[in-house]
Nanobody, 123 residues
């Protein structure tokens, strides 16, 4: 089975920094785009940033140069460095990966999600 495990969330003061990590593990054949989404209370889940296997990056407008996404393909890991955090960044952050997995001789592609990690920014 495939798992995405996130780490690095927590409580930080206004203007502080956090680094989120997400590692995909299991019977993985290949990993395509990996990304980070977030969901604040009462709001829909939204894209924060994603990165293709080739390194092409897409950021949400609200990032405004404060966050940096990166990945380590050999370890199937994606990171999100978040600087200059503001209270509006408070949310549960979810890792997402589009990947191909295998079970015996069977392959399947799918969209996988981590369990989420809470980020809270105090004012």
């Amino acid at each position: 089975q495939v798992q995405l495990v996130e780490s690095g969330g927590g409580l930080v003061q206004f203007g502080g920094s956090l680094r989120l990590s997400c590692a995909a593990s299991g019977n993985i054949f290949s990993v395509g785009t990996m990304g980070w989404y977030r969901q604040a209370p009462g709001k829909e889940r939204e894209l924060v940033a994603d990165i293709t296997a080739g390194g092409r990056i897409n950021y949400a407008d609200f990032v405004q140069g404060r966050f940096t996404i990166s990945r380590h393909n050999a370890n199937n890991t994606v990171y999100l460095q978040m600087n200059s955090l503001i209270p509006e960044d408070t949310a549960v952050y979810y890792c997402n990966a589009d990947l191909a997995s295998y079970s015996g001789s069977n392959y399947r592609t799918g969209d996988y999600w981590g369990q989420g990690t809470q980020v809270t920014v105090s004012s």
